[in-house]
């Protein structure tokens, strides 16, 4: 997006990538779809952005939903807005809109090297790169840096970046998981019969630290290690926020939430007969399969003996999550490059002529498209502000010159 901005400003443009190929990521979200944005009022938007969402609220400003429709539609992309209120390209893949954005940048002048591993700044203040061919500098006006998050680095964004940044007096956040999987203590017998089986239709809850309670209806998967999927991910900034602050964080789960405690009391205390437990619970109450095995997983004997015990577990099933997943398997990243390393252009004050934009900056948001419109976004406002500063420069020459003394 910063390369589009400053090419069609007239300035000429090197983009330089570590990996073989460009935008492997962007290509992986298509795998899924490509929910590039979604297609909700502006002010629920910006919200997602939490804390950020005074800063992301300025790119989007200029640069929102609507214009990446729009924007994606001038490459010949049609978009359609799903049932959820995601926004998806028609074909729901990436490769034919980057394809048709990569011919337009070339054809507008922009050069592409892959495998160019930047390392840095030389002594001099030129880039250095790792190349097939030996080291390489390069001198530039300015840089806009988009090294993306620390999650899925073999497609190129492995943070390395952190260390060359902080070297030089920007203030980096730790980059941590957002839209993560966590840890469970699961049982042998869970892990062994139900990982990789999605448990379908439930509400998950969960009383933040700040005592708000966060409710999420949806669908997760159990995995070997624990929990992943939209539900999880949507609530997975609270959840790692505060497993980080206590050691811990107890989500809610709600198995059957189109019944009531009182009706499925009443369910459940109905004679058994011959009846096993599992038939009850999947006649009386719904619950079997994967279900039943997380409600044995956390009951007592005592529990499932008694009505009132099982209804309100069914309702309310507390799962212990005891730590987030590593990053490298998180959808995006949390930290980054500190809003007050940065000026208004989203340039480094430490470093000027220095620009950043993307997942590297220290913004988080859930999935629905947010994550890519944001670095959409910034990626125009870093263009936009790079082109402010260099104007700003230059008019400072023209003053020395008129003015010599
Ligand atoms: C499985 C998955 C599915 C996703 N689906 C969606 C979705 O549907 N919708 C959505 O909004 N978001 C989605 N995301 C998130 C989205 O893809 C990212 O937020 C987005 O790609 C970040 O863009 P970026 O340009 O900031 O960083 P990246 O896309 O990570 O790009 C950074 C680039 O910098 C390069 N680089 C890094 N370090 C160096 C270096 N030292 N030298 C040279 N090059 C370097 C990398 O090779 C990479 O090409 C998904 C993410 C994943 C993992």
């Given at each position: ?59 989007l400003a200029e640069f929102g939903p609507q214009q990446l429709r729009d ?335």
């Amino acid at each position: 997006m910063a390369a589009e901005v400053l090419s069609n400003a007239g300035m000429r443009v090197d983009v330089f990538d570590a990996m073989p190929s460009v935008a492997r990521k962007f290509l992986l979200a298509g795998r899924g779809g490509l929910n590039l944005t979604h297609a909700e009022a502006p002010e629920p938007f910006v919200a997602r952005y939490g804390a950020r969402r005074a800063e992301v609220g300025r790119w989007l400003a200029e640069f929102g939903p609507q214009q990446l429709r729009d924007w994606a539609h001038a490459l010949g992309i049609e978009t359609f807005v799903g049932s959820s209120g995601r926004v998806f390209p028609q074909e729901m893949k990436a490769a034919p809109l980057l394809r048709a954005w990569l011919h337009r940048l070339r054809g507008a002048g922009v050069s592409f090297h892959a495998r160019h591993h930047w390392l840095g700044w030389d002594g001099d203040g030129s880039l250095r790169f790792a190349t097939p061919a030996g080291e390489l500098k390069v001198g530039a006006d300015a840089t806009v840096l988009a090294l993306g998050g620390g999650s899925w680095a073999r497609l190129g964004s492995d943070g390395a970046w952190v260390p060359l940044l902080a070297t030089r007096g920007v203030e980096v956040q730790t980059l941590r998981p957002a839209n993560c999987g966590f840890n469970v203590a699961w049982s042998e017998h869970l892990r062994l019969r139900f990982a990789g089986t999605p448990v379908k239709t439930v509400s998950a809850s969960f009383i933040a630290q700040d005592g708000s309670v966060n409710r999420q209806d949806g669908e997760f998967l159990i995995t070997q290690h624990g929990v992943e999927g939209s539900l999880i991910y949507a609530l997975s900034a609270l959840l790692r926020d505060c497993i980080e602050a206590s050691g811990g964080a107890v989500l809610h789960l709600d198995l059957a939430p189109g019944r009531d405690l009182a009706r499925l009391t009443r369910n459940l205390a109905q004679p058994r007969g011959r009846d096993s437990l599992s038939n009850h619970l999947r006649r009386r109450a719904g619950i079997a399969g994967v279900k039943a095995a997380l409600l044995h997983e956390s009951a007592a004997p005592d529990d499932l003996a008694t009505p009132e015990r099982l209804a309100a577990l069914i309702k309310s099933l507390p799962l212990r999550l005891t730590s987030p997943r590593p990053l490298d398997e998180a959808i995006s990243s949390a930290g980054g490059v500190d809003f007050a390393a940065l000026d208004g252009n989203l340039m480094l004050k430490a470093l000027p002529g220095t620009f950043c934009a993307g997942e590297m900056l220290d913004w988080e948001a859930p999935t629905g498209g947010y994550l890519l419109t944001a670095c959409f976004a910034s990626g125009r406002a870093a263009a936009q502000g790079l082109l402010r500063w260099l104007d700003g420069a230059k008019n400072a020459d023209a003053r020395k010159c008129a003015d010599p003394l």
